[in-house]
Every structure is written in structure tokens, then in C-alpha cells.
């Protein structure tokens, strides 16, 4: 569904009033209006007219001491929008030689190392900007978003509750430490967090975004539908959104809206390999195998190290009754790191249908065997029994984890009974299956489409 990420970190420059030194005669004109794409004040020049105007007042000699630190400050920060960042940091280094002790191109010059994935270098020049200026918001803001990039969440945290206790109507802050008790697993903390970035900025697209993720990691795919469906008010033209709000429509069972969304995030961005994959699946779900593998094709053409559309093309050749080409995919999938332990169920399923031997029992060394699906594992290689799996499918106090593993005890139970000849014990499985998984599950799809190839009703 994509990740609920937060938006760019926090520049911080002089005000839009800087004093510059103008020179007077007739340097002046073209100084003044260099000077003024440089300030760039409300975001009125191209970024490439930005960087031209820094870099004539900075070649004009005619700037010194603050005013310089200023420009190159200031194109540090068009370079950083450009994705630049070794010139811009090769300019924030200057800014701050000119002024060590403008607090602002510390934190810039973190920005650009924390974009370039050097946290600790981020970190080092925020807690510097912080040194500097006790209450600087933004820099503890941009530190706490360091710290939760290195998985450091307690102290991203404690560096978001500053930024917002310094600022109590900063927006971005509370959007970003409810990204990070997201992270945590702490659901309602995350979605508390985003109602009050929401209150506080009526119009923040992405607080809505990954306030409807959480709702959907709740389950709760209406609340999630609605937030939604006003980021994509706000932005129409947002694929991201659409394709999230398709994720929730599919997971619902509305398979003909989750396929629109994801027909419009995929017209809004063509090269949208997610979208393509997540509408693979919603044709899969609905049976129809030839959309789902033209589409998961798609997806592997714009990323060819998809090893989630390997793998899912994989199991509609093997529903379509083509498990010579699944044995492929899944092949292909299992190489580039899919989840090995379903990988290998998968491979040992397709490699019988495909009257290939299996790998299975190989397999256990690289499978963490003690915690599920293991109990399936040991079931495809002898050392349970499928009332043994059953029992260990229900030891679980959490009742969506307890659905989920007896769906997966069911099909592949009926899988290893129709490896055996059992059809009539394969059918029963299946019909427990097909009743009892999640719709948005491979396994759901699968006793379907196995009950399907029996010639038996559901």
C-alpha cells in the first residue's frame, strides 16, 4: 500500500526582508535583481533561476561576511531541491566558514546529509543548530526525523514532543511523531497524532494519507477510505492516493472501485509498477488470471527486481493450471529474497503439479522455523500432521493472526491432500478456505480456483 512517509524535512533560512549590502551605480540593477532570485522569496523562480542568481551575487564579489553566507546558504537550499546534494553541501560548508554561528546552515547541511543517508552527520549538524539556538523547532524536528530513519523511535520521539512544545501549532511535527508511533505499532497514538496535524492545517494532504494507512492497518477500511478520499480532494492529481484507496477497496472486496483507483493512479503516473501489481491482484481476486498476469507483466517490465510480481504471476500460472511457468516465477521470486518460507511452499506446490522433484526439505536450513508458517513446513516434510498444524494455527490470543494462520492451515492442507489423491479430503480444506481467509489472501483465491479445477461447489 505504500509507505506512510512524511514530507521533506524542514529548511530553515532568513527572512524574506535580509538585509543585503546593494552596491550603488551601475552594478546595482543587476545585483538587485540576482539578489532577489536568490532570496527566492515565496517560491517565485525555478530553482535552476535560483541557483544563476546565488551565483552572480556570490561571483560579483561585491557581497561579504553575512550577506555571502547568506547566498551560498541560499543556494545550498536550491541545490538540495534539485536533488544536488554534494553541491549542497559543498555550499552550506562555506556559509557556515563565512557564519559559524548562523544556526540555519547547520541545519540545512543536515538536511542534505540525511538525504543522502548520512544520519549521523545530519544528526551531529542539528544537535550543532541546536547548541546554537535552544529554540529551534525545526531543527528538533529534523533531528527527531534522522533519529526515526536509523530506527531510533524513543528518541525521535522526545525531539518531536520539543519541536512541538517550542511550537504548539507546528503541523509537520505532529504528522512526523505520529509516523513514528506508527513504526512503533502504536495505532491509535499514530492516528491521534494526524487528527491534530489535520486540526491544526486543514489542508494537509499527507496527515490524511497515513492517518487512512492506519486506519487500515487497524482494519478499518472505511475510516481509511474517507481520509483517503480528501487527500485526493485536496490533490487530484495525487496516483499515490489512489492507489492507497484502491489497497483498501480491495482488501474490502469492492474489487470494480479498486480497480478503477488503481486505473487512475496508473493514467496520473504510467510507469506506476505497484499500482500495475496491486491491480494484478484485483483481477486475481476476482478470477480473472489473464488481466492479472498482463498486469503483474507490466509491473515486472518497470521493475524487473519485483520479486512480489514474481511471485504473485507465479501463483496465477498455478491457478490457471500452468505450473510449468509457475515454477518459473516462483523461482525467480524465491532468487530476488521473497519471503523464503512462503517461496518454498509455494515452489515445493508448483514442482509436484509440475511433476518436478522439490527442494523443500533443502529448503529448512534458511526458513526460521520457529514461528509461522513453520508448522506448514513441517507438515510438507513429515513431522506434523494437518490436525497438529490446525491446533498450532489456533494457539494465538489474537483473533485476526488466529484467522489468518487457520486460513493458511486449511489450503495448504488441502494442497498436500490432493498431492496424495485425497480429493474428496482436498475439497473439504478448500471449502474451509474459501470460507474462512481473508478475501485479499493468496490462499482465498487459491480454494477458489482449486475448487474450481475439482469441478465442486464452494
Request: aromatic share 12%.
Amino acid at each position: 500500500m505504500g509507505s506512510a512517509r512524511r514530507p521533506g524535512l524542514a529548511f530553515a533560512f532568513l527572512a524574506a526582508t535580509m538585509m543585503w549590502t546593494i552596491p550603488p551605480a551601475a552594478a546595482r540593477d543587476l545585483l538587485q535583481q540576482q539578489i532577489e532570485w536568490c532570496a527566492n522569496d515565496g517560491d517565485a523562480y525555478s530553482r535552476d533561476l535560483q541557483i544563476e542568481g546565488c551565483t552572480g551575487a556570490i561571483q560579483s564579489q561585491r557581497l561579504t561576511g553575512t550577506d555571502l553566507s547568506v547566498a551560498y546558504n541560499k543556494r545550498g537550499s536550491a541545490y538540495e531541491d534539485k536533488g544536488d546534494y554534494d553541491s549542497a553541501i559543498a555550499d552550506y560548508d562555506r556559509a557556515i566558514e563565512l557564519d559559524s554561528k548562523d544556526a540555519s546552515a547547520y541545519n540545512n547541511r543536515g538536511v542534505a546529509y540525511n538525504d543522502k543517508g548520512d544520519h549521523d552527520r545530519a544528526i551531529a549538524d542539528y544537535t550543532r543548530a541546536i547548541q546554537l539556538d535552544p529554540k529551534y523547532a525545526k531543527a528538533y524536528n529534523n533531528r527527531g526525523f534522522a533519529y526515526d530513519d536509523k530506527g531510533d523511535y524513543d528518541r525521535a520521539i522526545a525531539d518531536y514532543d520539543q519541536a512541538i512544545t517550542l511550537n504548539p501549532k507546528y503541523a509537520q511535527a505532529n504528522n512526523n511523531r505520529a509516523v513514528t508511533y506508527f513504526k512503533k505499532g502504536d495505532y491509535d497514538r499514530a492516528i491521534a497524532g494526524y487528527t491534530e496535524a489535520i486540526r491544526l492545517d486543514a489542508q494537509y494532504r499527507l496527515a490524511y494519507s497515513n492517518r487512512g494507512i492506519a486506519y487500515h492497518e487497524k482494519g478499518d477500511y472505511d475510516a481509511a477510505i474517507a481520509d483517503y478520499t480528501r487527500a485526493i480532494r485536496l490533490d487530484p492529481q495525487w496516483s499515490k492516493a489512489y492507489n492507497d484507496r484502491g489497497v483498501a477497496y480491495r482488501e474490502k472486496g469492492d474489487y470494480d472501485l479498486a480497480i478503477a483507483d488503481f486505473n487512475q493512479a496508473i493514467r496520473l503516473e504510467p510507469q506506476y509498477a505497484l499500482a500495475y501489481n496491486n491491480r494484478g491482484s484485483a483481477y486475481q481476486d476476482k478470477g480473472d488470471f489473464e488481466g492479472a498476469i498482463a498486469d503483474y507483466t507490466k509491473a515486472i517490465e518497470i521493475e524487473p527486481t519485483s520479486s512480489s510480481a514474481y511471485f504473485e504471476r507465479g501463483l496465477v500460472h498455478f491457478f490457471a493450471g500452468v505450473p510449468a511457468e509457475a515454477l518459473a516465477d516462483l523461482n525467480k521470486a524465491s532468487d530476488l529474497g521473497y519471503d523464503f518460507a512462503y517461496a518454498a511452499l509455494w515452489l515445493q506446490i508448483a514442482s509436484k503439479r509440475a511433476n518436478r522433484p522439490d527442494r523443500l526439505a533443502d529448503a529448512v536450513s534458511k526458513i526460521d522455523m520457529t514461528k509461522w508458517p513453520a508448522p506448514v513446513i513441517r507438515l510438507y516434510i513429515g513431522q506434523m500432521t494437518p490436525e497438529e498444524v490446525l491446533r498450532a494455527a489456533a494457539d494465538t490470543s489474537d483473533a485476526g493472526t488466529k484467522e489468518r494462520q487457520i486460513c493458511e492451515a486449511n489450503f495448504y492442507s488441502g494442497e498436500l491432500a490432493l498431492q496424495r489423491g485425497a480429493k474428496d479430503e482436498a475439497a473439504r480444506l478448500f471449502r474451509l478456505a474459501a470460507g474462512g481467509c481473508p478475501k485479499d489472501f493468496d490462499e482465498y483465491v487459491g480454494a477458489n480456483a482449486e475448487l474450481k479445477a475439482l469441478s465442486v461447489s464452494k
